[in-house]
């Protein structure tokens, strides 16, 4: 919701003194994009840490990154947000690789071989997408159709299962 803001501008079109309505935007949305999140609050002590392997104060590390201390003070305890430009700079001036500041952290990950599986999916939707491509006749390609279709409204049970196919389609 937009709030209104009142202000009396000099100069303007209506005249000097004239009272002007100015909508200013809700910024609930913009400053919830700006709060940190996991991954600012995890890198964070990261920093401190690098930081300190390398006997370097708050301070000196501003200096070297053209920032305050206190904001330095923000990054390291997860309450200011790093850019990926400012992770760069931070992770030059530490020697660190930027890999380094989110390890070990964790990512919600699919149950095993289910990537794996996700792979051997799509690349069984590209080979069909290919055969059916390489369908001549209109009748050969209805009957593909009717076929692909009833695969897809009835699904085989045991899809952890696999037939080896015809001929390699992979190249």
């Known amino acids: 919701m937009a709030r209104a803001l009142h202000c009396v501008c000099r ?44 006997g ?45 500041f989110y390890e070990p952290f964790e990512t919600p990950e699919k149950p095993e071989g289910a990537r794996g599986r996700d792979i051997q999916a799509n690349d069984l939707k ?6 059916v491509e390489e369908i001549a006749d209109i009748l050969s390609l209805q009957a593909a159709v009717r076929v692909l279709g009833a695969l897809a409204q009835h699904p085989r049970r045991g899809a952890d299962q696999t037939l080896p196919l015809p001929r390699d389609f992979s190249s």
Request: aromatic residues 4%; without cysteine; positive net charge.
């Open 11 to 54: 100069g303007s079109p209506g005249g000097p003194g004239r009272t002007q309505t100015i909508a200013k935007a809700n910024t609930s949305l913009a400053h919830e994009a700006r709060k940190p999140t996991d991954a600012d609050r995890f890198a964070g002590p990261r920093l401190r840490l690098g930081r300190r392997e390398l």
């Open 56 to 100: 370097l104060t708050q301070e000196a590390l501003g200096v070297l990154l053209g920032v305050t201390f206190q904001q330095i003070q923000k990054y390291e305890a997860g309450h200011s947000r790093m850019s990926a430009g400012r992770l760069l700079e931070i992770a030059v001036a530490l020697g660190k690789p930027i890999g380094w």
């Open 126 to 131: 590209r080979d069909a997408r290919q055969l």
